[in-house]
């Protein structure tokens, strides 16, 4: 007799069975990943790579920060690119326009890139000659703060057009961020939003995330991110693992 429905009868599935199941699938389900997630980081350790997370909800600007980041950035340092999205191959078309090597990876009805994808994806890109790889995840809050891909860093991009609130209401995501880009703050003077305790809540989740506040349309802030690459890069060149800029 199951002690926790009484039910006696033979092939009864009870409810606390079910969850039991759930919990062991996801667990071995992130087991993977990671296992994959640090062959990847291996790889990348090895040919000295930056590797970046790009993380938001849809329509942060991820995709237009990249365009800007390539087009100023790509004679300085070399770039490739993996897009991810459920459909489409929109973002990767605007990435290839700049000149930059992409590969646009397309999940259906997944709402996260996973290290699987991570490692296949990168497959035909030159990793020698490669200075910092850019990943763009599919724009969710939620599935992508769960999964290394072998990545340096996340990035959370974070527009101003969104709520203050969102580091609260998304607290994994920029626990496991490490530096916030607030984006669009050219639009700041036409909007309610209230960027000091939009990065207060964002250091009540994570103390440590470090915030700059930008614009790819005016290029505001513009120069912040592009020493933040920089430095990164450099320290990856000097053989310093998982070393982000400070």
């Known amino acids: 007799m199951c002690i926790d429905c009484g039910c006696s009868e033979t092939g009864h599935t009870h ?5 039991s199941r759930t919990i062991r ?12 997630a640090a062959g990847n980081r291996r790889l ?3 040919n000295q790579l930056l590797v970046l997370n790009l993380v938001s909800s849809p329509g942060s600007g991820k995709t237009s920060l990249l365009e800007r980041t ?3 950035l790509k004679e300085q340092l070399c770039f ?3 897009e991810g999205d459920q459909q489409t191959a929109n973002d990767a078309d605007r990435i290839a326009a700049t000149g930059v090597p992409v590969k646009q990876i397309n999940t259906g009805a997944g709402c996260h890139l996973d290290a699987h994808m991570v490692g296949h994806g990168i497959e035909n890109f030159d990793l020698v ?5 850019m ?3 599919v724009g969710n809050l939620v599935c992508p703060a769960s999964f290394d891909l072998g990545e340096d860093h996340k990035v959370a991009v974070l527009s101003v057009t969104e709520g203050e609130d969102k580091p609260l209401k998304y607290p994994h995501m920029f626990q496991a961020a490490d530096l916030m880009l607030i984006n669009k703050v050219d639009l700041l003077p036409y909007l309610d939003f209230d960027i000091e305790k939009c990065k ?3 250091r009540q989740v994570n103390p440590q995330i470090e915030i700059m506040e930008i614009s790819c349309q005016s290029g505001a802030g513009m120069h912040q991110w592009y020493n933040w690459l920089a430095a990164g890069v450099a320290r990856k060149n000097s053989g310093s693992r998982n070393a982000g800029p400070e």
């Open 25 to 36: 699938v996801g667990e071995d389900l992130l087991a993977k990943n990671n296992r994959l």
């Open 44 to 46: 990348f350790v090895s």
């Open 135 to 137: 990943i763009e995840n």
């Open 70 to 72: 390539l087009t100023d």
């Open 200 to 202: 207060s809540f964002a």
């Open 80 to 82: 490739s690119v993996l």
């Open 15 to 19: 409810k606390h069975e079910n969850e």
């Open 129 to 133: 000659e490669t200075d910092i790889l």
